[in-house]
C-alpha cells in the first residue's frame, strides 16, 4: 500500500491526483469544456503551465503511445489528432512535460523508468483489462528501450473487488484463466466480485515486471468520500485527475 505522492517523493518525480474537492475533470475530447478549466485550475496550483500537459484520448483501447513536448497542450489519439482512435497509455522522456490521464473507479497506472528518466502513465477499466493494457504498457517500455528492473510503477484506487459486482457470465467469457480473481457472490448465483486489481497485477507479472516494482493505493473509490466513484453513482465525466512529470 502507497499512496501516490509518497511514490512520486520516493523516484522523485512529480504526482498529483486531483480529489472530489476539486471538482470533476473531463470530458476529455473537447479542449474547452469546464473539466479542462478545472484541470488547469488544478495544475496552476502547482505552478504547471496546461500548455505542459498531455492528455491521452481514453477509449479502454491497449494503444500506447510516445509523446514529446511538440503534444504539450493537447489530448492525443493513436495515429494522429484527426483519428477517432483512442490512446490510453502515454510514454515519454521530455522534460517539464505532465502526462494526465483520468479516472473514477478505472485503474490508473503511473511510473518511472529509473535510469532512462522516462515517464508512463494508463488507463483501464475492465475493458482495458480485458484488451491487455498493462501488457501493452509493459512491452511499448521495452521497445522505448527499458528494462523491466528499471520500471516502477503505482497503481491507483479503484473499487475494492468486495464492492465489484460483475454478472458471471461476462466474467467468465472476458476473463478466462482469472478464476482466482472472481469471487463468489454470497446472495445472487448469476453475479459475481471481480478483482480488477488482482487482474491488473497479474498481467504485469506475467509481462515480466518484478512484484517489488509495483506498488498501489488501496483505496476504494467506492467508499472513500474523498473520490468519484462510477459504482457509487457519480455520472459521466465526474473524474480525478491523475498527473505525473519530471519538472
Ligand atoms: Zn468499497
Sequence with gaps: MESLIHFGKRHKIFTAMSLRKHGPMGKITDLQTSGIQRLRRFLWGYDISHYRVVVPKEMQTANVCAVTYREGGSIVSFDGKKSESGVDGLITSDCGLFLTTYARDCLVLLGVDLKRGVIFNAHAGWLGLKNRLPT????????????????????????????????????????????????????????????????????????????????????????????????????????????????
Excluded at 162 to 182: H, M, S, T
Design 136 to 247: 501493452a504498457l509493459v512491452s511499448s517500455l521495452l521497445n522505448y528501450g527499458s528494462s523491466l528492473a528499471d520500471i516502477h510503477l503505482w497503481i491507483g484506487p479503484t473499487v475494492h473487488w468486495q464492492c465489484y459486482e460483475f454478472l458471471r457470465k461476462d466474467a467468465e467469457k472476458l476473463f478466462p484463466g482469472y478464476g482466482e480473481f472472481v469471487k463468489p457472490h454470497e446472495s445472487d448465483e448469476e453475479k459475481i466480485f471481480l478483482d480488477l486489481r488482482g487482474i491488473c497485477i497479474r498481467q504485469l507479472l506475467t509481462a515480466g515486471l518484478p512484484m517489488g516494482n509495483i506498488s498501489y493505493s488501496t483505496c476504494c473509490t467506492m467508499h472513500n468520500q474523498k473520490l468519484f466513484s462510477h459504482r457509487g453513482g457519480d455520472g459521466s465525466g465526474y473524474n480525478m485527475a491523475f498527473v505525473v512529470g519530471r519538472p
